[in-house]
């Protein structure tokens, strides 16, 4: 195991140290606002905290770049909590533990928080620096960016003074997005009649695990397995086959991240035990055939267990296991404007029956907002159907690309002078505060980039090494170059 600190750039590598030694899942930021705050203090730097919680710090051009285009970095303090079932960690209090792996650094069986701690420790080192060329400069720390982008919803006009910004919360290095999916939120809520366990069944735990999760916009079109769907597909099957009655079930715990473990209890006759028995083997082995390439460590396995004393009415059972098979999810139309651009999806993320209450929770995106509108509707017109209360909530915009973009231009041929190619022009299907800040901002030409991260908001989130230090240098020289207002 290496010391993070010890690689290159070392100054951003060891703020990103410093960072996860800090909890700060969403909502739970208030140690890491306090750290940036300190940070600020401790450089003699401008730093203000507003209302909604964000930080702002302002350093000063150096001498002789007082003209100079004056930057906004943007980045968000908050990360993803995700852990394996087996690990125990709480992102409440424990730090991250860090590993490098070859070419990359990852944690140990939790998200690493490189989703956006790279960003975060790459401004602290451009902040605290005394060596590098810089007109003026202002640092944007949002809160609670991955669970309703409440900082960047909060931000009021009249704080920031920048000509641009740019938000360094992308995950591909060689890349500049100009883009990226707005989002709404689609809750479900419904209560159901339980009734009296029947005679002469058994009950059953039902655990589907080992899928791989992700990023419910980055990683929506990888094809991997949504455990809510693959779970009540089962039950679904079960029920027909079985009469099985169902007493709890439930999956997922964030919406922007896929559910990568889900469960039910169930019960059986008697009789037919075995026989269920040899069922749940069965759809292990035909789910692990379908998804060979993408889930190759998937687990479904039933156990034994003792008896509850309620089920699900048969008439609540029917409805909600099938609005569930029926709702919407995944990768739903790609992008006509953007070749290979996921345009609309949505994420089945979280699923809870329990105690005669049953609630669904969805994160749909779309680049395009009547796309986004009308697949909530639809899966708002699938729960209807069961008379459970549906509400949208959360909406943010997207951020329509602008090809004339002053600062594409320009990091574009810097990145053609540093490298030799051309950077990809993208947008991307996940929430960048961008559109909700571009909102507020309307005049701030914004652009979005950043290291080579694969698959954040899972376990098996990983930053690669040489590409956070292709990054910084880039970001570097970018400054130096800026032009003139």
Same mark, same amino acid.
């Given at each position: 195991? !290496?010391?993070?600190?010890?690689?290159?750039?070392?100054?951003?590598?060891?703020?990103?140290?410093?960072?996860?030694?800090?909890?700060?899942?969403?909502?739970?930021? !208030?140690?890491?606002?306090?750290?940036? +705050?300190?940070?600020?203090?401790?450089?003699?730097?401008?730093?203000?905290?507003?209302?909604?919680? @964000?930080?702002?710090?302002?350093?000063?051009?150096?001498?002789?770049?007082?003209?100079?285009?004056?930057?906004?970095?943007?980045?968000?303090?908050?990360?993803?909590?995700?852990?394996?079932?087996?690990? !125990?960690?709480?992102?409440?209090?424990?730090?991250?533990?860090?590993? +490098?792996?070859?070419?990359?650094?990852?944690?140990?069986?939790?998200?690493?928080?490189?989703?956006?701690?790279?960003?975060? %420790? &790459?401004? *602290?080192?451009?902040?605290?620096?005394?060596?590098?060329?810089?007109?003026?400069?202002?640092? *944007?720390?949002?809160?609670?960016?991955?669970?309703?982008?409440?900082?960047?919803?909060?931000?009021?006009?009249?704080?920031?003074?920048?000509?641009?910004?740019?938000?360094?919360?992308?995950?591909?290095?060689?890349?500049?997005?100009?883009?990226? $999916?707005?989002?709404?939120?689609?809750?479900?809520?419904?209560?159901?009649?339980?009734?009296?366990?029947?005679?002469?069944?058994?009950?059953?735990?039902?655990?589907?695990?080992?899928?791989?999760?992700?990023?419910?916009?980055?990683?929506? %079109?990888?094809?991997?397995?949504?455990?809510?769907?693959?779970?009540?597909?089962?039950?679904?099957?079960?029920?027909?086959?079985?009469?099985?009655?169902?007493?709890?079930?439930?999956?997922?715990?964030?919406?922007?991240?896929?559910?990568?473990?889900?469960?039910?209890?169930? *019960?059986?006759?008697?009789?037919?035990?075995?026989?269920?028995?040899?069922?749940?083997?069965?759809?292990?082995?035909?789910?692990?055939?379908?998804?060979?390439?993408?889930?190759?460590?998937?687990?479904?396995?039933?156990?034994?267990?003792?008896?509850?004393?309620?089920?699900?009415?048969?008439?609540?059972?029917?409805?909600?296991?099938?609005?569930?098979? &029926?709702?919407?999810?995944?990768?739903?139309?790609?992008?006509?404007?953007?070749?290979?651009?996921?345009?609309?999806?949505?994420?089945? $993320?979280?699923?809870?029956?329990?105690?005669?209450?049953?609630? $669904?929770?969805?994160?749909?995106?779309?680049?395009?907002?009547?796309?986004?509108?009308?697949?909530?509707?639809?899966? %708002? %017109?699938?729960?209807?159907?069961?008379? &459970?209360?549906?509400?949208?909530?959360?909406?943010?915009?997207?951020?329509?690309? @602008?090809?004339?973009?002053?600062?594409?231009?320009?990091?574009?041929?810097?990145?053609?002078?540093?490298?030799?190619?051309?950077?990809?022009? !993208?947008?991307?299907?996940?929430?960048?505060?961008?559109?909700?800040?571009?909102?507020?901002?309307?005049?701030?030409?914004?652009?979005?980039?950043?290291?080579?991260?694969?698959?954040?908001?899972?376990?098996?989130?990983?930053?690669?090494?040489?590409?956070?230090?292709?990054?910084?240098?880039?970001?570097?020289?970018?400054?130096?170059?800026?032009?003139?207002?």
């Amino acid at each position: 195991m !290496k010391d993070i600190r010890k690689l290159e750039p070392d100054t951003l590598w060891h703020y990103f140290h410093e960072i996860t030694q800090i909890p700060r899942p969403s909502k739970k930021e !208030k140690k890491m606002v306090d750290f940036v +705050v300190k940070f600020g203090k401790d450089h003699n730097l401008e730093t203000i905290v507003d209302k909604a919680g @964000n930080v702002i710090i302002r350093k000063p051009a150096t001498r002789g770049m007082e003209k100079r285009k004056s930057i906004i970095f943007q980045s968000h303090l908050d990360m993803v909590p995700q852990k394996n079932s087996n690990k !125990k960690h709480d992102f409440e209090k424990d730090p991250i533990e860090t590993i +490098v792996d070859g070419e990359w650094v990852k944690a140990n069986g939790t998200t690493l928080g490189s989703d956006n701690g790279i960003g975060v %420790a &790459a401004t *602290l080192a451009v902040m605290a620096s005394k060596d590098i060329p810089h007109g003026p400069l202002e640092a *944007l720390f949002t809160i609670d960016e991955e669970t309703g982008m409440t900082g960047a919803n909060g931000l009021k006009k009249g704080l920031l003074k920048g000509d641009i910004l740019m938000n360094l919360d992308s995950e591909d290095e060689g890349e500049l997005y100009v883009g990226c $999916a707005g989002g709404i939120d689609v809750s479900v809520f419904k209560k159901y009649r339980e009734e009296k366990s029947p005679r002469g069944m058994s009950a059953y735990r039902v655990d589907l695990k080992g899928l791989k999760g992700g990023h419910s916009g980055v990683d929506i %079109a990888l094809g991997r397995a949504n455990s809510n769907k693959l779970m009540f597909r089962f039950l679904m099957q079960a029920e027909s086959d079985f009469g099985i009655r169902l007493t709890e079930a439930a999956g997922g715990d964030l919406r922007n991240a896929i559910p990568r473990e889900s469960y039910s209890v169930v *019960l059986v006759a008697g009789v037919k035990a075995m026989q269920f028995e040899k069922f749940v083997k069965g759809y292990e082995k035909m789910y692990r055939k379908e998804f060979a390439e993408t889930e190759p460590t998937l687990s479904f396995k039933c156990k034994k267990i003792k008896t509850p004393a309620k089920v699900m009415s048969k008439t609540d059972q029917y409805k909600i296991i099938r609005s569930i098979f &029926a709702c919407p999810n995944g990768v739903q139309r790609m992008s006509q404007a953007m070749k290979g651009l996921v345009e609309t999806s949505n994420n089945l $993320a979280i699923v809870k029956c329990s105690a005669g209450k049953f609630e $669904a929770h969805n994160l749909t995106r779309s680049s395009v907002d009547s796309a986004k509108e009308a697949i909530a509707w639809k899966i %708002a %017109a699938v729960f209807h159907l069961i008379s &459970a209360k549906v509400t949208l909530s959360g909406s943010y915009p997207g951020w329509k690309p @602008n090809m004339e973009s002053p600062i594409l231009k320009t990091m574009s041929g810097i990145y053609k002078k540093m490298y030799g190619k051309i950077p990809e022009i !993208k947008a991307i299907h996940a929430g960048l505060e961008c559109g909700i800040i571009g909102g507020v901002y309307p005049d701030l030409d914004m652009i979005s980039f950043g290291p080579t991260i694969k698959y954040p908001h899972s376990p098996d989130e990983k930053v690669n090494i040489n590409s956070v230090k292709k990054f910084f240098d880039f970001l570097c020289e970018t400054m130096k170059q800026m032009p003139a207002k």
